[in-house]
């Protein structure tokens, strides 16, 4: 009788444990559907936007801070995170948990900077590298498409391919004026120094890597400083591809060294020549492929298909030049290449104005035009502040003014002027149409036309 009893008391707590079971699994479905739909509430476009909110949030708490007003930047570290990040966060973590887990980590660290006391400019690190995570989360919503990686692919096809095909030009030239002056035995020392070159251009490549990456400076003032110098040196070889009279004195002055080594018979300055004359641009192509990473987070693969699709271009056109002897339209591919180069430093610009903003060391004052996605954004330099549009805008139109002298106004002003007999003596006719004449051809004043 007590057996039976037993059971049924037995009997009677284990329904109830299950409908207890059942009560709390119906529970946490209710709990979990409500997330799912303010999973589904939350676009990517909305958590776009509450991303540009966070940013916005991250430039009053450090304004509030060096006005001295800690609890008012305390206040917006919070609205930062609660009111605009955790609503990222929904998204975020199904695309990158870890991400959203360490970007969680840093609001915090920010928050606590902030409570306990610490100097503006420890808080200022702080927020510069939360931007950052800002940035992250922001890409891992965001669809690549196909127009950044275009442009990032085209870009890296025209550095590697315009600086080397100015190496093909280099050497038509020189192995060309050895040839029509009769000591072809020195072309061995001059192709010698072009590999040599080559060599150094990728160990400029690493150890430009590495340098940068242990420099005690925030990446973001690095990106800054590596692309102004790559802007400055666009610049300048944007006019350089503009000006006939400085390509004119350069390759006379190559001329210049070839017969001086050839005329005491120096191995060594002809290695040097032809080291020279291609290592320049070598160092020019690390310096702007440095600049074209540092803004291609995400687009790597693209960057070095471009580079590797550059350098078969090039290869073919290498054949074309010293096997086949064609003659190459090379004066209208620099005429284009310059507009692309100009186009290309203007982006570097304004990703340049955009890393001193995220750096803080210059202002960063939203305006209303378009916004394009982030990817696009650092593909183009295009950032909806007025900064970066206004320099931008500013280096645009002193590139309108230099292509229009030397497009209109200068081609005007030389037909109108009678010709010119040439300064130097030339035994072989100069290729005014522009066009390469192959290796073997005597051509010793060949340069003259050849970026016109």
Excluded: C
């Excluded at 280099?170 to 072309?187: D, T």
């Excluded at 160990?203 to 973001?220: I, W």
């Excluded at 440095?290 to 078969?312: M, N, T």
């Excluded at 072989?428 to 010793?444: C, K, R």
């Amino acid at each position: 009788m007590t057996s039976s009893s037993d059971v049924s008391v037995f009997a009677r707590r284990l329904f109830r444990a299950a409908i207890a079971a059942l009560a709390l699994t119906l529970a946490v479905g209710l709990f979990s559907s409500g997330a799912s739909a303010q999973a589904t509430n939350v676009s990517r476009e909305d958590a776009i936007r509450q991303l540009d909110d966070v940013r916005a949030t991250i430039d009053r708490t450090l304004a509030l801070l060096d006005n001295g007003q800690r609890d008012a930047a305390y206040e917006q570290a919070i609205t930062g995170y609660l009111d605009h990040y955790e609503l990222v966060e929904v998204l975020l973590r199904v695309a990158d948990p870890e991400l959203t887990v360490q970007a969680e980590g840093v609001f915090a660290e920010t928050r606590g900077l902030i409570r306990s006391g610490a100097a503006p400019s420890e808080v200022r690190a702080k927020l510069i590298e939360l931007r950052s995570y800002i940035d992250e989360s922001e890409r891992r919503l965001t669809d690549a498409g196909m127009s950044a990686p275009a442009l990032v692919f085209g870009q890296a096809f025209l550095i590697i391919f315009r600086e080397g095909l100015e190496v093909v030009l280099l050497l038509a030239v020189l192995l060309g004026y050895l040839e029509s002056s009769r000591v072809g035995q020195y072309r061995r020392p001059v192709v010698t120094g072009v590999g040599l070159a080559v060599l150094a251009t990728v160990v400029t490549f690493v150890a430009f890597s590495t340098v940068l990456s242990r420099l005690p400076l925030g990446r973001e003032l690095l990106e800054a400083i590596t692309s102004l110098v790559a802007v400055a040196v666009l610049f300048w070889v944007s006019f350089w591809l503009l000006s006939r009279l400085d390509h004119r004195r350069w390759m006379e002055f190559l001329k210049a060294r070839v017969w001086r080594a050839v005329s005491v018979g120096s191995t060594v300055s002809l290695i040097l020549l032809g080291f020279t004359a291609v290592y320049r641009e070598g160092f020019e192509s690390v310096l702007f492929y440095q600049a074209l990473l540092s803004f291609g987070a995400g687009l790597v693969g693209w960057v070095v298909a471009g580079l590797l699709a550059g350098i078969a271009a090039l290869a073919v056109v290498a054949m074309l030049v010293f096997r086949l002897g064609r003659n190459l339209p090379v004066a209208t591919f620099l005429k284009v290449a310059v507009v692309l180069v100009m186009v290309t430093s203007i982006m570097f610009l304004g990703n340049a104005v955009r890393a001193l903003q995220e750096a803080f060391v210059i202002p960063r004052t939203p305006i209303e035009v378009p916004r394009f996605p982030i990817f696009l954004a650092e593909a183009t330099g295009w950032w909806p502040t007025l900064q970066t549009v206004v320099a931008q805008i500013a280096l645009l139109l002193v590139y309108t003014i230099g292509a229009t002298y030397a497009f209109v106004i200068k081609p005007r002003r030389d037909r109108a002027r009678p010709e010119e007999s040439p300064m130097l003596p030339a035994p072989s006719a100069a290729l005014d149409d522009g066009d390469l004449a192959p290796a073997g051809v005597p051509s010793p004043s060949v340069s003259a036309d050849v970026r016109s």
